[in-house]
């Protein structure tokens, strides 16, 4: 179990997000530390794979050549 302390202004919009997605507190917390840590270990993978040298493609040139430019 993990406890944390947030202000009230904080807890308001934690309360308002909960009301008008039909979800409660927790599932609203877990939903977004899930997303947080994803985010995270995203950044750091892009981040070792800069810092290894190794060739990469950028999203443009990806969609060049693949033909997926709009």
Known sequence: MIEIRVDPELEQRLDHEARISGKTREECLKEALSRYLEDREDYREGIAVLE???PFS??????????LEN
């Open 52 to 54: 290894s040298g190794e």
């Open 58 to 67: 950028s999203l443009e040139d990806v969609e060049k050549r693949f033909d």
